[in-house]
């Protein structure tokens, strides 16, 4: 599979497009903000999208999504306790974002161990909560390719002072991260990838 990110909004938050090169059929991956770059670059890549992922409902992560959804339509994968709440009145951030718009697409229930078939390729669910009470991680297994949202970043990890943030059990999900067999790539929801390895080495909140 070929994995670009784009870096989005004043937050520089990381979208990714994951595209099957046989078929063009591509998956969006959290997609935060500038919809009408986003929609351009698809558009030129001549892309079919057949899902959008989401690690969790932070509004950094979905602004773009109802434009796009109108654009390409397609199933919205997210999990239920983000589902909640993600596109209401209580998902802004003042003096950048304003509450996202609710997307016209359909939505399906991601939570753990899911399996889904998207785009010639297997992904599986990681609940990883902490961040936000509905958060995940995307596991796309054929490429050893793990998309950890604002969980685990290079050299570091999610935040967990906003509204529904929890300390605790973000450790518990990065154990459960650094549980997982061999190395992976990790694509974060903001900066540079990484690799389960290093992290699991250098990564002082990996440390257990």
Known sequence: MHIEARVTGFIEENCYFVANPDTRETVVIDPGDDAPQLAARLREKKALVVAYLLTHGHVD??????????????PIHLHPLDAAWCFSSRNNL??????????????????EGAVFELAGARWS???????TP???????????????GDTLFCGTAGRTDLPGGDSRALMRSLRKLAA????????????????LARERRDNYFMQF
């Open 61 to 74: 992560h979905v602004t773009a999504l109802a434009a796009l959804c109108d654009a390409f339509p397609a």
């Open 125 to 131: 669910v990681v609940e990883t909560p902490g961040h």
């Open 180 to 195: 997982l067999d061999g190395d992976w790539t990790v694509y974060p929801g903001h900066g540079d990838a990484t690799t």
């Open 134 to 148: 509905g958060g995940i991680c995307w596991k796309l297994e054929d490429d050893r390719a793990l998309f950890t």
């Open 94 to 111: 003042p003096g950048f974002y304003d509450a996202p718009d609710v997307p016209a697409c359909p939505r399906v229930s991601a939570v």
